[in-house]
T-cell receptor
Framework: RKEVEQDPGPFNVPEGATVAFNCTYS??????FFWYRQDCRKEPKLLMS???SGNEDGRFTAQLNRASQYISLLIRDSKLSDSATYLC????????FGAGTTVTVRA | NAGVTQTPKFQVLKTGQSMTLQCAQD?????MSWYRQDPGMGLRLIHY???????DQGEVPNGYNVSRSTTEDFPLRLLSAAPSQTSVYFC????????????FGPGTRLTVT
């Protein structure tokens, strides 16, 4: 079983829509969680950390459910510039990366 | 402040050739790592280093060597290239192992024929 699993998508949404997707992780001892963003053929960059209480950063909301071992990311009021692949990352002594969920926002 | 730099950006090798992928950072980070990224798979850790003179194996170390003689540089050596090593390679650094944010270089796209 993979340590981190994500729905690869793609999620195709119109501008202004809300899109949400999850990732699941296998090790219940995992300590910290992140979402990274990767633009086409570029390097990954940290989008936001994920906290147990849930957290927002502008139009982005991240949630963590430790009991069910999943993390979610919700993007409100999607912009064309949100088109990217979103990588779920779980930390237990080392970072484990999901394969990514691709989001395409269309005009 | 250039962050993390990698060279070359692109490389084509023949099976059996060797080469070194270069990685350097100017942020005085102690932790550096190498990943490979293949379609449909997450980034997989090849080797990492927690400081100058200290390296360790990651998830997929076979066929690769590393060394860390300085804080700034962390080269990755392919000993005898194989088609299975065709991939995109990313170097990353962070202030310490397990830090919240890893800073990635722009990547090296390697094709082995």
């Amino acid at each position: 079983r993979k340590e981190v699993e994500q729905d690869p998508g793609p999620f195709n949404v119109p501008e202004g829509a809300t899109v949400a997707f999850n990732c699941t992780y296998s090790n219940s001892a995992s300590q910290s969680f992140f979402w990274y963003r990767q633009d086409c053929r570029k390097e990954p960059k940290l989008l936001m950390s994920v906290y147990s209480s849930g957290n927002e950063d502008g139009r982005f909301t991240a949630q963590l459910n430790r009991a069910s071992q999943y993390i979610s990311l919700l993007i409100r009021d999607s912009k064309l510039s949100d088109s990217a692949t979103y990588l779920c990352v779980v930390n237990l002594y080392k970072l484990s990366f999901g394969a990514g969920t691709t989001v395409t926002v269309r005009a | 402040n250039a962050g993390v730099t990698q060279t070359p950006k692109f490389q084509v090798l023949k099976t059996g050739q060797s080469m070194t992928l270069q990685c350097a950072q100017d942020m005085n980070h102690e932790y550096m790592s190498w990943y490979r990224q293949d379609p449909g798979m997450g980034l997989r850790l090849i080797h990492y280093s927690v400081g100058a003179g200290i390296t360790d194996q990651g998830e997929v170390p076979n066929g690769y060597n590393v060394s860390r003689s300085t804080t700034e540089d962390f080269p990755l050596r392919l000993l005898s290239a194989a088609p299975s090593q065709t991939s995109v390679y990313f170097c990353a650094s962070s202030p310490r192992q397990g830090a919240r944010e890893q800073y990635f270089g722009p990547g090296t796209r390697l094709t082995v024929t």
